[in-house]
T-cell receptor, first 114, second 112 residues
Framework: NAGVTQTPKFQVLKTGQSMTLQCAQD?????MYWYRQDPGMGLRLIYY???????DKGEVPNGYNVSRLNKREFSLRLESAAPSQTSVYFC?????????????FGDGTRLSIL | GESVGLHLPTLSVQEGDNSIINCAYS??????FIWYKQESGKGPQFIID?????DKRQGQRVTVLLNKTVKHLSLQIAATQPGDSAVYFC???????????FGRGTSLIVHP
């Protein structure tokens, strides 16, 4: 059982380039999330999808777009990368089965913007 | 507890000691609390959770304590091992929100 899979694991971009980060989960979870993690800042939510067909902004959505392609997949796009978007990006998924359940995270995409 | 500035709070212990990591939360409506462990180069990994109708929950070598009166959560790790070295995050959720709020983390260093 792979859980949450993120691709690529590492990427270097030049300022202005575009890129899509991919995320897939095999746990049949309804909700999926994109976070960025910077030193000393903890996890900050970029966008989330409560269920297939819906997406909503999180704390730091500027410069990003998302697509919930189907129940399994949730992608994050940087249309014109900026150095401030250098970060580690984590995808997560979770389920609500009448009670809150914990999020499950992928191992991240380490993105550097030059 | 929570970090200030760019540096995480650090807890340094000897192998075999018990470790206690603390977390303060601010939302009195929070009713679900989670602890995660993050090893270097990996994503956060779920350790244990607790709901607000409980004040203590035990797992394998870990115990979470919840004090709703003072909005405080702690993670106790028994007989700490070098493999426990990681950053530990607490998260809180409640009020029907889809979104948990994460603390900044505490770095646990276990010396052999």
């Amino acid at each position: 059982n792979a859980g949450v899979t993120q691709t690529p694991k590492f990427q270097v971009l030049k300022t202005g380039q575009s890129m899509t980060l991919q995320c897939a989960q095999d746990m049949n979870h309804n909700s999926m999330y994109w976070y960025r993690q910077d030193p000393g800042m903890g996890l900050r939510l970029i966008y989330y999808s409560a269920s297939e067909g819906t997406t909503d902004k999180g704390e730091v959505p500027n410069g990003y777009n998302v697509s919930r392609l189907n129940k399994r997949e949730f992608s994050l796009r940087l249309e014109s990368a900026a150095p401030s978007q250098t970060s580690v990006y984590f995808c997560a998924s979770s389920e609500f089965d009448g009670q809150d359940q914990p999020q499950h995270f992928g191992d991240g995409t380490r993105l550097s913007i030059l | 507890g929570e970090s200030v500035g760019l540096h995480l709070p650090t807890l340094s212990v000897q192998e075999g000691d018990n470790s206690i990591i603390n977390c303060a939360y601010s939302n009195s409506a929070s009713d679900y609390f989670i602890w995660y462990k993050q090893e270097s180069g990996k994503g956060p990994q779920f350790i244990i959770d607790i709901r607000s109708n409980m004040d203590k929950r035990q797992g394998q070598r870990v115990t979470v304590l919840l004090n709703k009166t003072v909005k405080h959560l702690s993670l106790q790790i028994a007989a700490t091992q070098p493999g426990d070295s990681a950053v530990y995050f607490c998260a809180e959720k409640g009020g029907g929100s889809y979104i948990p709020t994460f603390g900044r983390g505490t770095s646990l260093i276990v010396h052999p």
